[in-house]
């Protein structure tokens, strides 16, 4: 069983709709545990950075798992992130890092993970030049076929904005926070208007949504977990998921979410929970 359900970015490559985030996975052992049970649950999507500091334990994990499952590189789709503390001059020895700790011979997605530079504060006037230097390395290791895609993360409708006007190569993938209580309208407009694949992290709010009412009423009613729903809403709209867990049955559990449907009135009261609420690190203060 494959739980791909691929969606066409704008490079040609097909993404994985479900993957499994690798955030706060630390260790050898986790990680590897965590690899397994995705595996077999059937996803075929990673997605680490190099600020979780367990590039080298994916790698490991899933050198060892391809061939126990038939599969080999070229089946699994691997996203990895530049550091804030790279953005910029320092962007080269950032990116090739990662591709040297995940040691696969090519990343699918690279992506700038903050819209800011570590050490800078927010309104500092060198952001927006050290992204444009960031995105500019990206292009040239794009060029090379050492990430076969590239992309950001935490970029606000003015960011991705302030990019599509100087890149030459645009970007394939925006991930950022989305869930019922923040459906990011406008980011999503932005992406429609530049062919860019919208992604989604914290599905579940940090774990708060999935003791919502609307939510456990809705999971109650067609015998589903919380999380199945709030993964469903998404992918039932063509948004990817990301979610993260150690629990080999939470991550069972997440990926059973291809054999069921959203009615239009649970999606619409879903959708009804937006009040704007962000649980992560907000980039719109980042200049």
Known sequence: MSSTHPVLLNTGVQMPILGLGTYKLVGCEEVYQAVDAALVAGYRSFDT????????????????????????????????????????????????????????????????????????????????????QSWATLEELHAQGKLKAIGVSNYTPAHMRELMQSCKVPPAVLQVEFHPKLLQTELRKVCEEYGVCFQAYSSLGKGELITDPVVL?????????????????????????????SNPERIKDNGRIFDFTLSDADMDKLSALDCGRKYCRDAALVV
Not at 63 to 90: A, C, M
Not at 218 to 245: D, F, H, M
């Open 217 to 245: 009423e809705i999971a109650k009613n067609c015998e589903r977990t919380p999380g199945q729903v709030l993964l469903r809403w998404a992918v039932q709209q063509g948004v990817p998921v990301i979610p993260k867990s």
């Open 49 to 132: 950075a190099a600020v979780y500091r367990n590039e080298a334990d994916l790698s490991r994990a899933l050198k060892e798992l391809l061939p126990k499952y038939g599969l080999t590189r070229e089946d699994v789709f691997i996203t990895s992130k530049l550091g804030p503390k790279d953005q910029g001059e320092k962007a080269m020895e950032g990116a090739l890092c990662s591709l040297s700790q995940l040691d696969l011979g090519y990343i699918d997605l690279y992506l700038i993970h903050w819209p800011g530079t570590q050490g800078l504060d927010v309104a500092d006037k060198r952001n927006p030049g050290n992204r444009a």
